[in-house]
């Protein structure tokens, strides 16, 4: 389906990628992952992106987990496949998103090296014209936009939005404006900083009204509880939920650089779902810090209740 056509509503579901004992790539605990999140009423599904731990997946393995996903999904929501890194890696895993089934590609920024504006738009363009696929950028890292190169990228009917990962407020501005200034009102443009709703009430002011949500792959009844507050605009239950449940739970993320996804992978342990540990250069809580997640999920438990 096409993401242009039908504006993404709802939580966007960033699942991770579940791995077994001999550390490969569990798919079938993987469609059970998202068949539980789906009573919940995302609006679409990511699969293989930040939270999937898409840094550390062969192509092959990025292809199997997108596959996973669309039939896990059968086609309630929209599936947006993660893909990036070297361009021949990138150009791979899109071609099996399109051949496969993803209604979309999350176009994560280039490996290792950073190109100037025009390299940066040549990459997204080489991945589009493999794939023939709708495709929201991140905007983060090596992949990192300027106004002028968005403003380029616009003008091909396939870039469908932009994913804001870098937090520069003002650039972010800069970036919704440029998008507003070139008249197409099918773009859709999110908040992807860690832990987003975080920052949420801060990006909708900027004009971006759609955010990752990966606290939604672990605690979906509290993440739905923020959104529901979000967009009713219930200011005191959506600062309450902040106040006792994401505050604790980004400051125990600012722990460790890159904590966030082994922290959301020992949140489903907690909860039952052996989904297994973080690839490297990724590394797992220790028991201290487990404990402290399983206390805040317990105030998330009550929240949501």
């Known amino acids: 389906m096409s993401i242009s056509n039908a504006p993404l509503r ?13 550390g490969a790539v569990d798919t079938g605990l993987l469609a059970e992952h998202i068949e539980s999140r789906m009573p919940y009423s995302p609006g679409a599904v990511f699969a293989a992106c930040g939270t999937g731990e898409f840094h550390a997946l062969s192509a092959a ?3 199997s987990v997108m596959r996973a996903t ?3 999904v059968n086609g309630r929501v929209p599936v947006i496949a993660g893909t990036g890194g070297p361009l021949g890696h990138a150009i791979e895993i899109a071609k099996a998103a399109a051949a496969d089934g993803a209604d979309a590609l999350l176009i994560l920024p280039p490996y290792l090296v950073v190109g100037n504006s025009a390299g940066t738009a040549a990459y997204v363009e080489a991945i589009l014209e493999a794939s023939g696929l709708e495709a929201i950028l991140y905007h983060r890292a090596s992949g990192a936009l300027v106004p002028a190169t968005l403003e380029r990228l616009l003008r091909h009917p396939l870039v469908v939005g932009f994913k804001d990962g870098v937090g520069d407020v003002g650039l972010a501005q800069e970036l919704v ?3 507003r200034a070139s008249g197409r009102d099918d773009l859709q443009l999110f908040n992807g900083l860690l832990t987003a709703e975080w920052t949420q009430g801060a990006y909708r002011a900027l004009g971006i009204p759609l955010y990752s949500s990966a606290a939604f792959a672990m605690a979906p009844a509290v993440a ?3 959104y529901d507050a979000y967009t009713s605009g219930d200011e005191a239950r959506r600062l309450e939920i902040l106040e006792r449940f994401y505050l604790p739970l980004v400051k125990l993320r600012d722990e460790v650089p890159g904590f966030g996804v082994a922290l959301i992978k020992a949140g489903l342990r907690l909860g039952g779902m052996d989904v297994g540990g973080v690839r490297p250069p990724l590394t797992d809580p220790d028991p201290r810090q487990t404990d402290q997640l399983e206390r805040i999920l317990a105030i998330g438990k009550e929240l949501a209740a």
């Open 224 to 226: 739905t509880a923020y």
């Open 177 to 179: 404006l440029t998008a």
């Open 10 to 22: 709802g939580i966007l579901f960033f699942p991770v990628t579940p791995f077994d004992a001999a």
């Open 70 to 72: 669309v039939a896990a």
């Open 61 to 63: 393995e990025a292809a």
